[in-house]
T-cell receptor, first 113, second 115 residues
Framework: DTAVSQTPKYLVTQMGNDKSIKCEQN?????MYWYKQDSKKFLKIMFS???????INETVPNRFSPKSPDKAHLNLHINSLELGDSAVYFC????????????FGPGTRLTVL | GESVGLHLPTLSVQEGDNSIINCAYS??????FIWYKQESGKGPQFIID?????DKRQGQRVTVLLNKTVKHLSLQIAATQPGDSAVYFC??????????????FGQGTILTVHP
C-alpha cells in the first residue's frame, strides 16, 4: 500500500481556473505538509498541519488554501490559477517532532496554460 | 529535455566508484539533517539522517558526515550503482524555538552513474 498518495498525478488547466490536489497518508502520522518544487528542482515548504491545525504557513499567496478534514488528509485548493503556479506539488507527512522523518508523496505536476 | 534550464551541481561517476555529494547549510541552530534521493518523476525518498550531536552516521552503502564548524554536510555512497542515479538533496530541520521542525532543502546535486 502506498504510504503517502496524491491525486491527480498530472493536472493541466487554464489560467484563472480553480483546482484542488488531494493527499492522503496511511502512516498514522499527525503532521502533513505541502511543498512546491519549481522548474529548477528547488523544494520549498508551503504549509504544515498538525492534527488538523495549521502550524506552518510560509509566504504563500492567499489563493492557496490548504484544508485538513482529518489528520490523514491534507488537500490543497488553488484559486485563480496563474502561469507561475506551474510546478510539482508534493505532499509529505511525519510525526511532529523535529527529528521525525518526513515521507513524501509522488507529486502532482501542475501545468497552467 | 528535463535538464534544460537546470543549473544544479552535477557529479558523474563510473559504476563501482565511491561518490561524495556535498552540501552547505545555512542555519547554525539546525538540529537535524537529512539526505533525500529524488528519482525522475518521483517524490524525495529518505536515505539517511543525522542529529546535530553527531558527526558521522553510517547506513547501508551510505555515510553522512556533519561538520558543524563550517556548516557542511556530505553524503558518501560506496560502490555506486546505476540505480543510484538521481538528484540528491540535503535538508536541515530547525525547530527555531518551537516544538516542531521545518525542513529547509538545499539546492540538489544530480548524480549520474555510468555502467
Amino acid at each position: 500500500d502506498t504510504a503517502v498518495s496524491q491525486t491527480p498525478k498530472y493536472l493541466v488547466t487554464q489560467m484563472g481556473n480553480d483546482k484542488s490536489i488531494k493527499c492522503e497518508q496511511n502512516l498514522g502520522h499527525d503532521t502533513m505538509y505541502w511543498y512546491k518544487q519549481d522548474s529548477k528542482k528547488f523544494l520549498k515548504i508551503m504549509f504544515s498541519y498538525n492534527n488538523k491545525e495549521l502550524i506552518i504557513n510560509e509566504t504563500v499567496p492567499n489563493r492557496f488554501s490548504p484544508k485538513s478534514p482529518d489528520k490523514a488528509h491534507l488537500n490543497l485548493h488553488i484559486n485563480s490559477l496563474e502561469l507561475g503556479d506551474s510546478a510539482v506539488y508534493f505532499c509529505a507527512s511525519s510525526f511532529l517532532a523535529v527529528t521525525d522523518t518526513q515521507y513524501f508523496g509522488p507529486g502532482t505536476r501542475l501545468t497552467v496554460l | 529535455g528535463e535538464s534544460v534550464g537546470l543549473h544544479l551541481p552535477t557529479l558523474s561517476v563510473q559504476e563501482g566508484d565511491n561518490s561524495i555529494i556535498n552540501c552547505a547549510y545555512s542555519n547554525s541552530a539546525s538540529d537535524y539533517f537529512i539526505w533525500y534521493k529524488q528519482e525522475s518523476g518521483k517524490g524525495p525518498q529518505f536515505i539517511i539522517d543525522i542529529r546535530s550531536n553527531m558527526d558521522k552516521r553510517q547506513g547501508q552503502r551510505v555515510t553522512v558526515l556533519l561538520n558543524k564548524t563550517v556548516k557542511h554536510l556530505s553524503l558518501q555512497i560506496a560502490a555506486t550503482q546505476p540505480g543510484d542515479s538521481a538528484v540528491y538533496f540535503c535538508a536541515e530541520n530547525s525547530a527555531g524555538g518551537t516544538s516542531y521542525g521545518k525542513l529547509t532543502f538545499g539546492q540538489g546535486t544530480i548524480l549520474t552513474v555510468h555502467p
